[in-house]
Every structure is written in structure tokens, then in C-alpha cells.
């Protein structure tokens, strides 16, 4: 027999942040991993523009795919994962992995886009650092050897 999903519980105990932004760009979910994610807590983060986790750098060209999708109904990112900076309430930088879904009103009508996000700021930290290392040993190998 199966029982019913509680969502509001499975959002809030899931490990992965979960970002719900509406369709002018304004955070309408931001469960509990967020807030450890990103420092903002739920009520700093509700209501306000995505761009509290954007960089500015990135900004324009985020809204604009962002206002493409809710005006066409379509991603291209469809179930890829998706590796960006982003930034926490402190101003330090953070390296993120997400994937999105577009979601609907029952009368099909696109409201809004959810990401579900892992912080990979270790993880790219320790790569960067390992290429770094490989390049100088290639680097310091003989020729021809």
C-alpha cells in the first residue's frame, strides 16, 4: 500500500537545497538547505530576487536565459547538471552544481522554475588544486621523457 509523499517535509529534511523562483525571478521556496548553503535565512530569502546567490557578473546573462524559458516554456538545460558560481550572504564565492524543472499551474501554465542545488566549493577547490600540480610537474618533466 502506498502512502502519500509529504512534500513540505521531504523539502525540508532533503540535503540538497531547494530554490522555488516564481516567474518574475523572486524566491518563493527556500528550504532549510539553503539557508545552510547560502547564509540567508527563509525569511531574508523569500520574496526577494535570485540575484542574492548570483554574482553580478553573471547576472545578465542568467536573466536572460531566465526570461527566455518563461517566455517560451522551454529550458535547454533539461536534465543536465549544472556547475556555476554563486555567492553566500558573506560575499564569499561558492561553486554549485544544480539541476532545474520548470513547473506548472494545473492549467498548464508556466509559474515558476525549481533547483535543486549541491555546494561543490570543496570539490572544485581540490580539482583546481590538482591541476594546478599536474601542470607544474608536466611542466618540470624533461622533454621527451
Same mark, same amino acid.
Given at each position: 500500500m ?7 517535509q521531504?523539502? @525540508?529534511?532533503? &540535503?540538497?537545497a $531547494?530554490?522555488?523562483?516564481g #516567474? ?9 538547505? *539553503? ?10 530569502a ?5 540575484d542574492?546567490?548570483i554574482?553580478?557578473r553573471?547576472?545578465?546573462?542568467h536573466?536572460d536565459?531566465y ?7 522551454q @529550458?535547454?538545460? &533539461?536534465?543536465? $547538471?549544472?556547475?556555476?558560481? #554563486?555567492i ?5 564565492a561558492?561553486s554549485i *552544481? ?12 508556466l509559474?515558476g522554475?525549481v533547483?535543486?542545488i ?5 570539490r572544485?577547490?581540490?580539482e583546481?588544486?590538482?591541476?594546478k600540480r ?12
Amino acid at each position: 500500500m502506498q502512502t502519500a509523499i509529504d512534500y513540505q517535509q521531504l523539502v @525540508t529534511a532533503i &540535503g540538497d537545497a $531547494v530554490v522555488i523562483s516564481g #516567474a518574475d525571478g523572486n524566491i518563493t521556496l527556500w528550504n532549510p538547505a *539553503a539557508e545552510r548553503m547560502f547564509g540567508f535565512t527563509e525569511k531574508e530569502a523569500l520574496g526577494k530576487s535570485l540575484d542574492v546567490i548570483i554574482p553580478e557578473r553573471l547576472r545578465g546573462r542568467h536573466w536572460d536565459g531566465y526570461h527566455k524559458t518563461m517566455s517560451t516554456g522551454q @529550458t535547454r538545460y &533539461g536534465n543536465d $547538471v549544472l556547475r556555476v558560481p #554563486a555567492i553566500h550572504k558573506d560575499g564569499r564565492a561558492l561553486s554549485i *552544481a544544480f539541476t532545474v524543472a520548470l513547473l506548472y499551474s494545473p492549467e498548464k501554465a508556466l509559474t515558476g522554475i525549481v533547483a535543486v542545488i549541491r555546494d561543490e566549493t570543496s570539490r572544485f577547490q581540490e580539482e583546481r588544486n590538482l591541476r594546478k600540480r599536474l601542470a607544474e610537474l608536466e611542466a618540470q618533466a624533461p622533454a621527451g621523457a
